[in-house]
């Protein structure tokens, strides 16, 4: 299957993803988190990346399309992929219809996922995440690790993202009503987008979207 998550931050579309991903056998494709590796790494793409992510504003399109791109190129998202915050802009869906296009594939959904605002604060307001690998997601209230600060999954560090400070999440949001909701209306056009409510738990969430995608 070749799906798209949408939402807002905060949302849950990263710990969605990782748990849908798996249950489907299909890997879970995050431009966020390739970005944060990139800056863990100390890679030029990540020094460029970190100055957009710093100040709440998209990575601009020539960085993360090819990147994305070359993700999507690898031999694992072959039969499929969940993509993760990526395309959040009209450009960036063009450019992902283009090399559907060229593959002879197409999208089989479109998640979008509803959340009111108050929610997305206290969900960015508590997420930790881990040091060594950003897609291990934990909140200190709704989804606390076994051992306080330390990742269940590897051990790692859990720590804030230096971009869930108010100030640049309020931009955040800012930025994904200005550029990244006018891709709904994109996908709505193709016939494959569902809205979903992400309130309620995480296994709420999951069910429902596994109900859309037909795999209940
Ligand atoms: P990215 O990393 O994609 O961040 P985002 O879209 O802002 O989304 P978040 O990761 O903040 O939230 P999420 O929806 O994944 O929620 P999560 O599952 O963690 O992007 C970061 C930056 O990178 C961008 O600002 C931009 O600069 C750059 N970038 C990335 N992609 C780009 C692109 N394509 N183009 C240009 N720039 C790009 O959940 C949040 C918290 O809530 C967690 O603590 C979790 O435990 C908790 N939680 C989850 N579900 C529930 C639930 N049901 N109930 C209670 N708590 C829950
Ligand atoms: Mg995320």
Known sequence: MRIVLVGPPGAGKGTQA?????TLSIPHIS?????????????????RAKEFMDAG????DEVTVGMAQDRMAQPDAAQGFLLDGFPRNITQAEALDGVLRDNGQKLDAVLDLEVPE????????????????????????????????VCDQCGGELYQRDDDREETVRKRLSVYHSETEPI????KAQGVVTTISALGSVPEVTERAMHVLGQD
């Open 184 to 187: 709904i209306d994109h996908y």
């Open 18 to 22: 990782a748990l849908l991903a798996q």
């Open 31 to 47: 431009t966020g988190d390739l970005f944060r590796a990139n800056i863990s790494q100390g890679t030029e793409l990540g020094r």
């Open 57 to 60: 504003q998209l990575v601009p």
């Open 118 to 149: 108050e929610e997305v604060v206290k969900r960015i307001a508590g997420r930790r995440i881990c040091r060594k690998d950003s897609s291990h997601v934990y909140h200190v209230e709704y989804a606390r690790p076994k051992a306080e600060g």
